[in-house]
Nanobody, 121 residues
Framework: QVQLVESGGGLVQAGGSLRLSCADS????????MGWFRQAPGKEREFVAA????????YYSDAVKGRFTISRDNAKNTCYLQMNSLKPEDTAVYYC??????????????WGQGTQVTVSS
């Protein structure tokens, strides 16, 4: 059973960096693609990045391409999202998910509880 727990969120100034982690306590995430999504107040959940089960393929939304990097360490059952050059519009609750290598939420079967990222101007 996949059980995802995010960490690493917080408050950062514009231009700063954060690294989010998503650990699977069920130790089965190796067999799934992983994705990161975010949801700002009053907005729909949106795709941020995805990585294939092997880590050989990655995909980013246009909003974060060139600033964010998704990676995974299957030996640690953990997925990461390195966020650089953060902007106030990146402020949202960030969720990790396990499932298919796609850019829409319904393609993922398992979700974490979310971690808040706030970027001040």
């Amino acid at each position: 059973q996949v059980q995802l727990v995010e960490s690493g969120g917080g408050l950062v100034q514009a231009g700063g960096s954060l690294r989010l982690s998503c650990a699977d306590s069920g130790r089965t995430v190796t067999y799934y693609a992983m994705g990161w999504f975010r949801q700002a107040p009053g907005k729909e959940r949106e795709f941020v990045a995805a990585i294939s089960w092997s880590g050989s393929r990655t995909y980013y939304s246009d909003a974060v391409k060139g600033r964010f990097t998704i990676s995974r360490d299957n030996a640690k059952n953990t997925c990461y999202l390195q966020m650089n050059s953060l902007k106030p519009e990146d402020t949202a609750v960030y969720y990790c998910a396990a499932g298919n290598y796609v850019d829409y939420a319904s393609g993922y079967n398992y979700w974490g509880q979310g971690t808040q990222v706030t970027v001040s101007s």
